[in-house]
C-alpha cells in the first residue's frame, strides 16, 4: 500500500449529473478516454482507384474511471460506493477533470477492493467503464442564424419561439406546425424529440426530421426569432 494515499492523490472529482462524487468521499485515482468509434461503409469500384464513401457512424467513447474512497468504516465503504453506483444508473452526464461533459452509459461497476486503514479511514478504490459522447454545456443562442461549436456532423438541437401573429401553418427548421394561436410557446425538441405548443403536444404538426445543427454557421427557417439550445458535441 502507498504511504499517505489520502493526501498523495491528485485533488481530482468527477461530477455526476452536477453531484460531485467528493460528496460520498471518493476522488479520481486515475481515468482515460478513449477515442470515438467510427464505422464506414465505403465502395469502391473493380479495379478502381477511387474509394466512395456510402455511409458512416459515429459511435460513443470508452471511459474507464478508478474511484478511491475513503470512509470510517468498511460497511460506509461500501454504503458510499453504492451511492456513487446509483447515481451512474441510466444516462448520466459525466463532467471528468478534463473538462468535457460525457453523456454515457455505464457498462461495468467493479467491486470494492480494500486497500487498508489509514489514520481512522478505511480507504479502498473500484473501476467503473463506460461509454460515452463528448460535449460542451449547454449553449443558448436567440437568433435564427448560429454558428455552431463541435465537430459532431449532427448535434441534437431545440428550436423554440413565441408567436408574434396567429399562422396557419408554421416553419420551425424541420418541423411544420399548423394551426399556431398569437402568442404561443412553441417548441420543437430534438434532444428530447417533443413538439409541443403552450406545453401540449402539437396536434397535427408534421416533419422530415427532428432538429439539428451541424458544425459552423448555418440559418434556421422561421418567421419568428427563435431560441436555439444545443451541447457542442466533439469526435
Given at each position: 500500500?502507498?504511504?499517505?494515499?489520502?493526501?498523495?492523490?491528485?485533488?481530482?472529482?468527477?461530477?455526476?449529473?452536477?453531484?460531485?462524487?467528493?460528496?460520498?468521499g471518493a476522488?479520481?485515482?486515475?481515468?482515460t478516454v478513449?477515442g470515438?468509434?467510427?464505422?464506414?461503409?465505403v465502395?469502391?469500384?473493380?479495379?478502381?482507384t477511387?474509394i466512395r464513401?456510402?455511409?458512416?457512424?459515429i459511435?460513443?467513447?470508452?471511459i474507464?474511471?478508478?474511484l478511491?474512497?475513503?470512509?470510517?468504516?468498511?460497511?460506509a465503504?461500501?454504503?458510499?460506493k453504492?451511492q456513487?453506483?446509483?447515481?451512474?444508473?441510466?444516462?448520466?452526464?459525466?463532467h471528468l477533470p478534463?473538462g468535457?461533459?460525457y453523456?454515457?452509459?455505464l457498462?461495468?461497476?467493479?467491486d470494492?477492493?480494500?486497500?487498508g486503514?489509514?489514520?481512522?479511514?478505511?480507504?479502498g478504490?473500484?473501476?467503473y467503464?463506460?461509454?460515452?459522447?463528448?460535449?460542451?454545456?449547454?449553449?443558448?443562442?436567440v437568433?435564427?442564424?448560429?454558428a455552431?461549436r463541435?465537430?459532431?456532423?449532427?448535434?441534437?438541437?431545440?428550436?423554440s419561439c413565441?408567436?408574434?401573429?396567429?399562422?396557419?401553418t408554421l416553419?420551425?427548421?424541420?418541423?411544420?406546425?399548423?394551426?399556431?394561436p398569437?402568442g404561443?410557446?412553441?417548441?420543437?425538441d430534438?434532444?428530447?424529440?417533443?413538439?409541443?405548443?403552450?406545453?401540449?403536444?402539437?396536434?397535427?404538426?408534421v416533419?422530415?426530421r427532428?432538429?439539428?445543427?451541424?458544425?459552423?454557421?448555418?440559418?434556421i427557417?422561421?418567421?419568428?426569432?427563435?431560441t436555439?439550445?444545443?451541447y457542442?458535441?466533439?469526435?
Open positions: 500500500m502507498k504511504e499517505n494515499l489520502l493526501t498523495a492523490l491528485n485533488p481530482y472529482t468527477l461530477f455526476i449529473d452536477g453531484v460531485n462524487v467528493a460528496d460520498f476522488l479520481v485515482e486515475s481515468y478513449g470515438a468509434e467510427v464505422k464506414s461503409s465502395f469502391q469500384g473493380r479495379n478502381r477511387t464513401q456510402l455511409a458512416f457512424t459511435g460513443r467513447r470508452s474507464k474511471i478508478v478511491f474512497f475513503a470512509a470510517k468504516t468498511q460497511r465503504l461500501a454504503e458510499q453504492s456513487v453506483d446509483a447515481l451512474l444508473l441510466g444516462v448520466p452526464d459525466l478534463d468535457f461533459y453523456f454515457s452509459v457498462k461495468s461497476a467493479g470494492l477492493e480494500i486497500l486503514v489509514e489514520g481512522n479511514k478505511v480507504i478504490h473500484a473501476t467503464k463506460l461509454e460515452g459522447v463528448r460535449h460542451d454545456a449547454l449553449q443558448t443562442v437568433s435564427n442564424t448560429v455552431a463541435g465537430t459532431m456532423p449532427r448535434m441534437d438541437a431545440i428550436f413565441v408567436t408574434t401573429a396567429a399562422r396557419e416553419q420551425v427548421g424541420p418541423v411544420t406546425f399548423r394551426n399556431v398569437s404561443a410557446a412553441v417548441i420543437a430534438g434532444i428530447d424529440g417533443i413538439l409541443t405548443v403552450n406545453d401540449a403536444v402539437a396536434a397535427g404538426a416533419f422530415t427532428l432538429p439539428f445543427l451541424v458544425p459552423g454557421q448555418q440559418t427557417e422561421c418567421p419568428e426569432l427563435l436555439v439550445q444545443y457542442p458535441c466533439w469526435m
